[in-house]
């Protein structure tokens, strides 16, 4: 009989082992050569993907809050106003909408977005807020019809 020895039970890992990898592989199986075959290389490109997956969501976020700050910003200027002096006369007349709401009303509803710039341009001219401008004809794009061409 042979007795079994602290190094046979170092050698065979088992199924735990097999299947660990098979996880890690499973991730790396859109690699190309060695990357996705060989285990201590796939390993590292793997973590590696993951670290930057996990930054890219948080990444993520910052752009779509950016794009919706410069939507917002091209909206306003359109009519004449600061972004600031929009959202600010908007809250004092108790609509809250964020961010990502009013930069989709500037692009996909404008004129909803215009209604809304009217509202806040007079709550903002009551209390005589700074950052109002007369609006630019040639920045106003569906203020068009009123244009007195001479």
């Known amino acids: 009989m042979v007795s079994p020895t602290l190094l046979l039970f170092v050698r065979a890992r088992g199924p735990d082992e097999f299947w660990r990898k ?51 910003q091209a909206g306003c200027e359109q009519y004449g106003l600061t972004s600031e002096t929009f959202r600010d006369a908007l809250a004092r007349s108790d609509i809250f909408l964020n961010r990502k709401v009013l930069s989709d009303l500037a692009i996909w509803e404008p004129r909803s977005f215009e209604a809304l710039v009217k509202l806040s341009r007079e709550r903002a001219a009551v209390e005589c807020a700074p950052g109002l401008q007369e609006p630019s004809v040639m920045n106003q794009v569906y203020g068009l019809a009123n244009l007195k061409i001479k």
């Not at 190309?32 to 390993?43: A, E, F, H, L, P």
């Not at 969501?57 to 779509?64: A, C, E, I, P």
């Open 22 to 72: 098979r996880k890690i592989f499973k991730l790396a199986a859109h690699y190309r050569g060695r990357r996705r075959n060989v285990y201590s290389i796939t390993i590292r490109n793997v973590h590696r993907a993951l670290a930057y997956a996990t930054k890219g969501r948080k990444l993520k976020k910052l752009d779509m809050a950016a794009l919706w700050t410069t939507r917002l």
